[in-house]
């Protein structure tokens, strides 16, 4: 068992900038690869950004690539998230997931059913 918890979320001006946090306890945190989801309301949960064991391996959605950055620091057992250029479309409740699937583990994945382990959720606000 892992459990996260998410923080960093908050209100921001459209072309500003956040950074999330997932502190994780529990399991050794450098077992599992770790990502970051977010659901708007009245919208599906969407894969944002994840992350290997070794920090190899970033796979992105495409609405942020070159906007969100998904870091991970296994010393501290916290994985980030670095939001930058936001938008009022990144709006929504950013969870982090956690994965112990063997191919997430190797190369980081997007599919939400492979993650195992879920944070409660911290909310973004992009407005103006």
């Known amino acids: 068992q892992v459990q996260l918890v998410e923080s960093g979320g908050g209100s921001v001006q459209p072309g500003g900038s956040l950074r999330l946090s997932c502190a994780a306890s529990?399991?050794?945190?450098?077992?599992?690869?770790m990502a970051w989801f977010r659901q708007a309301p009245g919208k599906e949960r969407e894969f944002v950004g994840g992350i290997n064991l070794n920090s190899g391996s970033t796979p992105y959605a495409d609405s942020v690539k070159g906007r969100f950055i998904v870091s991970r620091d296994n010393a501290k057992s916290t994985v980030y998230l670095e939001m930058n250029s936001l938008k009022p479309e990144d709006t929504a409740v950013y969870y982090c997931?956690?994965?112990?699937?063997?191919?997430?583990?190797?190369?980081?994945?997007?599919?939400?059913?492979?993650?195992?382990?879920w944070g409660q959720g911290t909310p973004v606000t992009v407005s103006s």
């Open positions: 997931a956690a994965s112990s699937d063997y191919g997430c583990l190797r190369y980081g994945c997007q599919a939400t059913s492979l993650y195992h382990y």
């Open positions: 529990g399991r050794p945190f450098s077992t599992f690869a």
